[in-house]
């Protein structure tokens, strides 16, 4: 109790006046400094928030402490003066108050907004300049102002945000230091609701797209009707923060035209689109993905824009390992939403259908293979018991010549899983949640980041992409999570205790605060542990921005192929000279100190140091097939194969001179020996080391094209000197005999 009382003698006001005031000095201007730093010439001061005002406002207002308001008194005098302070001092006009903090946010907030409408109508203009240039002007001028169109709209983006943040940080502190008076959620809230917000300029990105597309000249592919639709693709799926993801449309509208569906409203580079997945109470199709067994599959039924389904896609994902000769498939067909409960119980007239298609003029090969894929489907939902799981939910922006899929991009933000248990289904008649039923925590998870999926058509096994997709992926921007699967995540977060395991990203902390807001926080590890059992814990590069333990949020960028960097997620060089790929303005450092794991000195050949830092590797990680680790075994026993027959073939020769004493054939015998031992040396040091790539997946060559040569080199080299000197004996000899 002794020292309870002390600290009360100290005063908890004198804590908060001066203590923390000294940290307030020692703290505030940070982000002040920052924002300063970043202000666009184009812009001027005058047009981002005052941060420095609102900043010496606390600052006055927290040494006066201001008491909080009477929140229980109901009655007022016009006649009493104002009540005095925390501080007992009497309050007059000129006294710095509340009203003027909330009167100054309120001003910046307006001042804000209206810059922003502003720069928009601007870029309205010069998109509309651009659009009447198309035809009558060279395409190099036209793609000039488009480029100029979307650099300003990404200075805008990083106008609001770096402003946006601003607001965050300044009424943050307010409350921090002014606990009586709090208004930060009031503001927060009210900031959402404002058009420089809230305020979406998609339409901008589509008309941007045209104009791309007509200089580029992009020729409409045939449409694919087929009622049974197979798909063979590659598929690499990346998370893009938020802040990037502006910077990604651009990126890839520069290539590839926004692919507008025909069911899309309005003048949106986004859809609405919804998706339910199937799987029973074991949750048997959900560990099957989740373990990628061999011909799992997952079931789901998408549909596309806003309110009730009318068109529904019944599609069917089959995964086999690619290392088997087989790839993984996607096929679906077509059917109307009041067929979902015939295809679900097994009732569907396939039959009638398949008929009417030979009606229509579908070629038996055509009908045969629908009746098969619609007939497994049923099938398994019967035998399996699957019902409605989980639903994901988001604004999906494809990237795509129309109907041409050699490569397509989609990005899907404002990403959210919901559960779809807990209801009647009514007999499978209701196979997904009303729109109009409210959500509890624990039945919807917002996903933090948008996730970018990059699809390549396979052609005869040549899935070599386009330079500008590599340029993509080396850009910094994308990090991919090898096999994510939004069906996977949604299982884990929403059906915890249904679960047995749960995929790897999940101790990504980025993803944290989202999990723990679902109410999934069982299934996290603990904060001082960071990964949780299974794969995190042995291997360290596979969670995009690291876990509680090895932070990488601020850090983490594309992966290079210098080893070290990559396999920490940290990048060692930006995507292009002069590109800063922070947006806001930051600069990132390489964390690496020059050293390496291994002795570069020893072994140049091996080292990260021999590759050209001009060479970036994509962000994708190796993929792994079982045969490469015996590969590599197989190579490290050949290797000291040799290395065994060249040391017998020497030491038999050191034997063999002994007894006829011949000096040459020690000097070749031991000079074969050291080459032995560096056989060994070499051997083991390259085992080593690759079997470290293998594991961290580098995106980097795993063949040495120098140690080799340098080896082989080294024998060719004994063995020419050998048969040289060899030959100056015999003709010695031979001139010797002559003589005599």
Known sequence: MKGRRTLM????????????????????????????????????????????????????LSQSAPSGADLENRQISLTTPPPTNAQGLAQTSQTMTEEIFLKKIDTELTKVEKVTLEKVTELRQKIQEAEAMIGKAPNEKVQELGDAIADDFLRLEKYVNINFMGFHKILKKHDKYLPNNPCKSFYISRMHGQAWVRGDYSDLVVRLSQIYSNIRDDHVAEENKDASQSFLRSTTKYWVKTEDVSRVKYFVLRHLPVFLQKTSTGESDSQFTNSVYMDNDQLELYHGRLEKSPGAIALRMRWYGPGNPKTVFVERKTHNDKWTGEVSVKERFIIDESEVHQVMTDTYPIAEKKQEMLDKGKTQKEADEWEQLVHEVTQVCVSKQLVPTVRTQCMRTAFQIPFDATVRISLDTNLCMISERGYDLQDMKVWHRDPSWILENNQLHRFPHAVLEIKLELKGGNMTPPQWVID????????????????????????????????????????????????????????????????????????????????????????TNVSAAASKGLATMKAAEGDDLNFYGEEYYDEDDGTEQHCHWMFPFCSRFNYSEAIVAPTSIQKIEPKVFFANERTYLHWLHYAVILSSIASSILAFSDETGESWGEWYALAMLPVALGFCLYALYTFLWRTDQIRARIPARWDDPFGPLVLGGTIAFILVMNFFTKLYEILENEWADEEL
């Open 472 to 559: 993509l992926q080396n850009s910094g921007l994308l990090y991919e999570c090898h096999k994510y699967s939004k069906y996977c995540h949604g299982c884990a977060i929403l059906l915890p205790e249904d679960v047995r395991s749960v995929p790897y990203w999940v101790d990504d902390v980025s993803l944290r605060e989202s999990i723990i807001a679902s109410g999934a926080s069982r299934i996290l590890a603990d904060p001082n542990v960071g990964a949780g059992p299974g794969a995190n814990a042995v291997y360290n590069h596979l969670l995009p921005f690291g876990d509680t333990v090895n932070n990488r949020k601020d850090t983490a960028l594309g992966r």
């Open 9 to 60: 003698k100290n005063g908890p006001h004198k804590f908060n006046t001066e203590r923390l005031l000294l940290h307030f000095k020692d703290c505030t201007m940070k982000y002040g400094e920052h924002l300063k730093a970043n202000i666009e010439p184009e812009y001027g001061e005058a047009a981002y928030l005052n941060y420095s005002e609102l900043d010496d406002i606390i600052r006055i």
